[in-house]
């Protein structure tokens, strides 16, 4: 599935997650909101590199997320 940082309406942040295809800009979601960072956790996206190790995929992807580009959309999110 992918994982998702969102700005909801009332300008706070959440952390969710979804399934398949769905975003949280979809308008049958559980939680709805503005998604200003996603990571996909799906097997294909660390495979080759991690195999099944899920956990390590998802400690290294904090050290290349852009986060000066996380707070800019969070910025325009809350405009």
């Known amino acids: 599935g992918w994982l998702w940082l969102i ?4 300008n706070t942040l959440m952390i969710t997650t979804t399934a398949n295809q769905d975003n949280p800009l979809m308008s049958d979601i559980v939680y709805p909101g503005t998604p200003i ?3 996909d956790s799906w097997e294909h996206a660390y495979y080759l590199k991690y195999q099944n190790n899920r956990m390590e995929y998802l400690e ?6 852009n986060w000066e580009r996380v707070n800019f959309l969070y910025e325009q999110a809350t405009e």
């Open 37 to 39: 960072l996603a990571i």
């Open 7 to 10: 700005v909801t309406k009332d």
């Open 60 to 65: 290294a992807i904090w050290h290349v997320i």
